[in-house]
């Protein structure tokens, strides 16, 4: 068993999922447009030395009651082409303050639903960003997809810009919950898609699913689990859902329905991951799974895995984050820089400045520090200290009072059985999986300072 009742009761408290360190929370409106830039010229001498980008499309026909990102819905077509010249000016104007001899690895488009715009917006802010960045030669290119909104040629069209990865979000092929989310089911049956996909050369294909949504049962998402099994992707997500109505209003509505119990969904988790791993997955991280010949899998299997606001990635072809659109985040070694969330305000902001950050982070030294080590719990399930001292350059003993580290600290985690403390080498076992945000929060000096609301870790 991976899970038990006990330790779910015990452990599922709120914490930061930590896409990022320090969380988001700690994100502050005194780091603004100056901060970024002088951000972005000092991340042309700091690792790693190659190029991210992230680029967001904030809107969706229709809003899903469940989804916690950022997005909006009712927009106009000339509202629209207003977004895209802004981006497309933001693209221009902070990469002219990156060095152009580094290498662009990846692009991850998000959202949103970025594959419900017009493709032509779509490939004008390709060719802006090949007009700007040095393409690495095995870049990859990403885009999430929502299907409802997915027709069979758009899938040539972006093999056609150059994206070579595609996500899709099922959540749950159930009609009902779907419907009970606010959720358009597939146009085409989702198996048309996924073969489409595939005859088109994409790699590292992945599908989303959710768990803990309003009507879903253990039996339900059992045989949800099943169908997605035999899409035979690349990778899988089953996320947690996560319900912060406090945060994101819009999930208020959810509360009259009802949602499974944590029991039910810790089942959800362990049968999931269980069928997932018995017919050839490999768990990568909390909620992701990969074919285990997946550059996911074999980068966990060499402890390269990293992660950012994207999702996992591998340390080999990851490189800092240049975020561009409303709500995006970049992610430098020395800053986070998140620009403004409403679409209107950031179109004025960029218009007006080239540029529209709302808020961001200077991380300190040691913040860079807990930042790895946190990383290396919540990918690779695993952290050597000696390794981090090397990294950094410092003495064991600083890192480890950099993190108030004591062994006595994890008693009860050693003594659940969760992970094991040997030779300065932290060891996350199966058991402890489900719990890797628990376990990352005693790494975190910050917690103590309860900024902002989190979900429930498990
Ligand atoms: C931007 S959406 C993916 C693309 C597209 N908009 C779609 O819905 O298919 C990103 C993913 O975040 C996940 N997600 C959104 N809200 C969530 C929540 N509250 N809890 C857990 N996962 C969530 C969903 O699985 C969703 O597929
Ligand atoms: S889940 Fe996807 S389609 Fe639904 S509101 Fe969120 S971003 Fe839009």
């Not at 662009?104 to 949103?112: C, E, F, P, R």
């Not at 294909?205 to 009507?215: A, E, H, Q, S």
């Not at 930042?371 to 480890?400: A, G, Q, T, W």
Request: hydrophobic share 35%; glycine share 6%; with cysteine.
């Amino acid at each position: 068993m991976l899970t038990d009742k006990r330790l779910v009761k015990k452990y599922n408290e709120a914490g930061p999922r930590y896409t990022s360190y320090p969380p988001a929370t700690f994100f502050n409106e005194h780091f603004g447009n100056d901060d970024y830039i002088n951000s972005v010229k000092l991340s042309n001498n700091e690792r790693p030395e190659s190029v991210s980008v992230y680029v967001h499309v904030p809107f969706c026909p229709q809003i899903c009651h469940f989804c916690g990102c950022t997005t909006e819905t009712g927009f106009s077509r000339p509202f629209l082409e207003r977004y895209i010249d802004a981006v497309v000016k933001e693209i221009e104007f902070v990469s002219s303050k990156i060095d152009n001899s580094r290498k662009l690895t990846q692009v991850h488009w998000g959202g949103g639903t970025p594959n419900a715009i017009s493709y032509k917006y779509i490939e004008k802010i390709t060719n802006t960003l090949k007009d700007k960045f040095d393409f690495a030669d095995n870049y990859e290119m990403a885009i999430e997809c929502n299907p409802a909104h997915l027709e069979l040629r758009h899938i040539e069209l972006l093999k056609k810009f150059g994206f070579n990865r595609i996500s899709i979000g099922i959540q749950d092929f159930r009609d009902d919950v779907l419907e009970a989310i606010n959720r358009r089911p597939s146009k085409r049956p989702i198996e048309d898609i996924i073969s489409k996909i595939s005859d088109e050369g994409f790699r590292g294909t992945n599908i989303d699913l959710v768990y803990g949504l309003p009507l879903q049962t253990v039996e339900s998402f059992r045989k949800t689990i099943e169908r997605a099994i035999k899409l035979n992707t690349d990778r899988i997500v089953t996320f947690s859902y996560a319900h912060v109505p406090s945060v994101i209003p819009r999930q208020k509505v959810l509360d009259d329905i009802g949602f499974p119990s944590s029991d039910e969904k810790a089942q959800m988790y362990e049968e999931s991951y269980q069928s997932l791993i018995n017919s050839g997955y490999v768990s990568v991280g909390m909620d992701h799974y990969s074919k285990p010949d997946d550059e996911f899998a074999v980068a966990l299997k060499e402890k390269k895995l990293h992660r950012n606001f994207q999702g996992y990635c591998t340390r080999e072809t990851t490189g800092q984050v240049y975020g561009f659109g409303a709500s995006s985040i970049s992610q430098l070694d020395s800053a986070y820089s998140q620009n403004i969330k409403t679409t209107s305000e950031y179109i004025q902001s960029i218009e007006k400045n080239g540029l529209a950050v709302l808020r961001g982070y200077s991380l300190s030294k040691n913040e860079k520090i807990i930042r790895h080590i946190i990383n290396s719990v919540m990918c690779n399930y695993y952290v050597d200290l000696e390794e981090v001292s090397e990294y950094f350059n410092i003495p064991l003993s600083e890192v480890k009072e950099i993190i108030n580290f004591s062994e006595s600290n994890f008693d009860d985690f050693i003594s659940d059985k969760l992970l094991t403390i040997q030779k300065n080498i932290i060891k996350v076992n199966n058991r402890g999986r489900l719990f890797t945000r628990n376990i990352s929060m005693r790494f975190d000096p910050l917690i103590e300072k309860k900024i902002g609301t989190y979900s429930k870790t498990i």
